[in-house]
C-alpha cells in the first residue's frame, strides 16, 4: 500500500525566507507526484505534479519540487516566501496506471509572519 | 470558485443515523473521488466513480456507499454512524480516462455526530 510522510506539521518563517518542505513516499512501482494548498478558507487546490520527464517540475506561484527517486522523496521548495504562502500543504502520491486513487500525507501548516 | 459544489456544508447528526452527502462535479468531468479528512490528518480516499460505477476503494467500511447520476453527480452515503466519522467529507473531480487529469475539489461537507 501507498504512504506518505511529511516531516514537518507545523513551519513559522518570515517574509523573504526560503522554504523547503519534506516528503517521502512509500511505493515500489512507479508513481505520481503531487503537492496541493489550501489557502485559509479555501478548498484544496493543486499546486504542482510530477508523471515523468524531468525530475525539477515548477508550480504556480514560485513553488517547485525535485523528485528524487532514490530517495523516494519530492520535497517542495520555494526561494522566498510571502505573507500570502501561509496555507497548508499536501503531498500526495498516486500508483501509475491507478485511476487517480490519490494517498495524501498529513499536512504541514505553513505560517509566514510579515 | 471552486468548479466542484457540495451539499450541505455542515451537518450534525447523531449516532446510529444515516447521512447523504451530495456533490456536483465541475463542469466538463466525468469522475468522482471521495476523501473523508479527518481534523489534523490529510484526506483519505474512501471510493471513485466513474461511468455510474465504484471504480476504486479505499480502506472503509460498507457502510459507506455511494451512487453517481447520469449527468456525474454524485452521492455519499454513510449508515449507521458513529462518533468516529466525524469529519469533512471531501469531494473531487477529474476526467476519468485521463491518468494526468488533477482533482478538483469542492469546500467539503462538515459532518459532526453527537
Known amino acids: 500500500a501507498q504512504s506518505v510522510s511529511q516531516h514537518n506539521h507545523h513551519v513559522i518563517l518570515s517574509e523573504a525566507a526560503s522554504l523547503e518542505l519534506g516528503c517521502n513516499y512509500s511505493y515500489g512501482g512507479t508513481v505520481n507526484l503531487f503537492w496541493y494548498v489550501q489557502y485559509p478558507g479555501q478548498h484544496l487546490q493543486l499546486l504542482l505534479k510530477y508523471f515523468s520527464g524531468d525530475p525539477l517540475v515548477k508550480g504556480i506561484k514560485g513553488f517547485e519540487a525535485e523528485f528524487i527517486k532514490s530517495k523516494f522523496s519530492f520535497n517542495l521548495r520555494k526561494p522566498s516566501v510571502q505573507w500570502s504562502d501561509t496555507a497548508e500543504y499536501f503531498c500526495a502520491v498516486s500508483n501509475s496506471g491507478g485511476y487517480q486513487k490519490v494517498t495524501f500525507g498529513t499536512g504541514t501548516k505553513l505560517q509566514v509572519i510579515p | 470558485d471552486a468548479g466542484v459544489t457540495q451539499s450541505p456544508t455542515h451537518l450534525i447528526k447523531t449516532r446510529g443515523q444515516q447521512v447523504t452527502l451530495r456533490c456536483s462535479p465541475k463542469?466538463?468531468?466525468?469522475?468522482v473521488s471521495w476523501y473523508q479528512q479527518a481534523l489534523g490528518q490529510g484526506p483519505q480516499f474512501i471510493f471513485q466513480?466513474?461511468?455510474?460505477?465504484?471504480?476504486q476503494r479505499g480502506n472503509f467500511p460498507d457502510r459507506f456507499s455511494g451512487h453517481q447520476f447520469p449527468n456525474y453527480s454524485s452521492e455519499l452515503n454513510v449508515n449507521a454512524l458513529l462518533l468516529g466519522d466525524s469529519a469533512l467529507y471531501l469531494c473531487?473531480?477529474?476526467?476519468?480516462?485521463?491518468?494526468?487529469?488533477?482533482?478538483?475539489f469542492g469546500n467539503g461537507t462538515r459532518l459532526t455526530v453527537t
Open positions: 463542469s466538463g468531468h466525468d469522475t
Open positions: 466513480y466513474y461511468e455510474e460505477e465504484e471504480r
Open positions: 473531487a473531480s477529474s476526467l476519468g480516462d485521463r491518468e494526468n487529469s488533477p482533482l478538483h
